[in-house]
Each structure stands twice: as structure tokens, then as C-alpha cells.
């Protein structure tokens, strides 16, 4: 899976920048897919360099917390790097925001920032999973085909949702290091295969 390069800057050996660039990487990551240098300020926001003069700011109704868990929402603005009063809100989901409804599901989010025409990569991805029963019957289902940063952010939104019935991660592929993201989680003796994969006109 090709991702954009690390931020170049000598904060990358801070320990907690590491811990918030690894606490976030649900977001980071789908921004990297894009092809877009990322990196998250000690304040608490999320900068992507959209490389045509223009940046992204992902933060919350609040500068994002140490622990994702107290995240409210999700906002979302495309501003000129040379100029801040130059700016575009693009999604906000907090409590009192006209996408709250959303809350912090990552999927309507990249949705909203797959649609920008900055998007350096054309691929076309799905999330699947396949559910495997203790008899061996195998039950699978498909996301839609989608770009890469919000079939990325879906993944991490279906594993959420896994973990949250009560399934345990059993074995993850690091997402850095394999060309289709992979996720094992059980319950119950009952198994499910999470996977991100490339389509192929």
C-alpha cells in the first residue's frame, strides 16, 4: 500500500508526537493513502498538504485530544497554506455541527474529502469481509467501490464496529507494510476476515 512520506521534521522523535501520529492514524493514514504529506500538530490538529497550495485542518469542536476515545466529531477545512483567511469548511460533525448526525464515523468524512479534486491517486478500492462460522459456512459481504482514503477510513470504521459487538483482534497486517490491509477478529469461536482490496477494471 503506497503511502505519502513521514512529515520532515525533527518532531518525529518526540515521544509524543509519536504517540498522537500513532493514537490517529486512523485519520493520518487514509490522508497518506491519499497521497497527501500528513502530520499532527502538538496542539492537537491534523494537517494534510494537499500540494496545490492548499492544506487541510482535521481537528474537533476542541483541539483533538490525547485519547481518540474523547473525540465528539470531526471537523474539516481546506485552507490556502499562504493565506488562513482563505479557507473552505468542508465537514463538521461535533455535537452542534450540520454533520452531527456522523458523529465520528470516519466513512462520511473521507466521503467528503475524497470528493476534492486534489486526490492524487485515481485508484478505486472495497472493504469486504468475510464472517466464518465454527461449521465452516462462510457468510461475506462488500463495501462500495470507493477512493482510496474513505475505503481505508471504512476499514478502520468496520473494525471499530467489530471491536465495539465484542470481537477480538486476533492478527492485523501493519497497514504501512502490505498492499491489502488485512484484519482477523474472533468471537465465540466464530471468525471474520476484514480486508481492503485493490479493484481491477
Request: proline share 8%; charged share 20%; hydrophobic share 35%.
Amino acid at each position: 500500500m503506497n503511502l505519502a512520506a513521514l512529515p520532515d521534521h525533527n518532531r518525529i522523535n518526540d515521544p509524543l508526537w509519536q504517540k498522537l501520529f500513532y493514537r490517529y492514524r486512523h485519520v493520518i493514514t487514509p490522508l497518506r493513502r491519499n497521497g497527501w504529506s500528513t502530520d499532527i500538530e502538538l496542539d492537537g490538529l491534523i494537517r494534510a498538504d494537499l500540494g496545490d497550495g492548499t492544506e487541510l485542518l482535521i481537528a474537533s469542536n476542541h483541539p483533538l485530544p490525547v485519547d481518540p476515545a474523547d473525540v465528539k466529531g470531526w471537523t474539516v477545512v481546506r485552507q490556502a497554506i499562504s493565506n488562513p483567511d482563505q479557507h473552505t469548511a468542508l465537514y463538521d460533525s461535533t455535537p452542534d455541527g450540520p454533520q452531527s448526525h456522523h458523529g465520528t464515523s470516519l466513512t462520511p468524512m473521507f466521503t467528503r474529502i475524497d470528493a476534492l479534486d486534489a486526490c492524487r491517486t485515481p485508484d478505486r478500492l472495497w472493504v469486504s469481509s468475510s464472517a466464518v462460522t465454527p461449521h465452516g459456512l462462510v457468510h461475506s459481504q462488500r463495501g462500495p467501490l470507493e477512493g482510496p482514503g474513505g475505503a481505508l477510513a471504512r476499514f478502520f470504521d468496520w473494525s471499530r464496529h467489530l471491536v465495539g459487538e465484542g470481537w477480538r483482534l486476533a492478527m492485523a497486517a501493519e497497514q504501512d507494510k502490505v498492499h491489502e490491509p488485512l484484519a482477523i477478529y474472533e468471537r465465540d469461536r466464530y471468525v471474520v476476515l476484514l480486508r481492503l482490496t485493490p479493484h481491477h477494471d
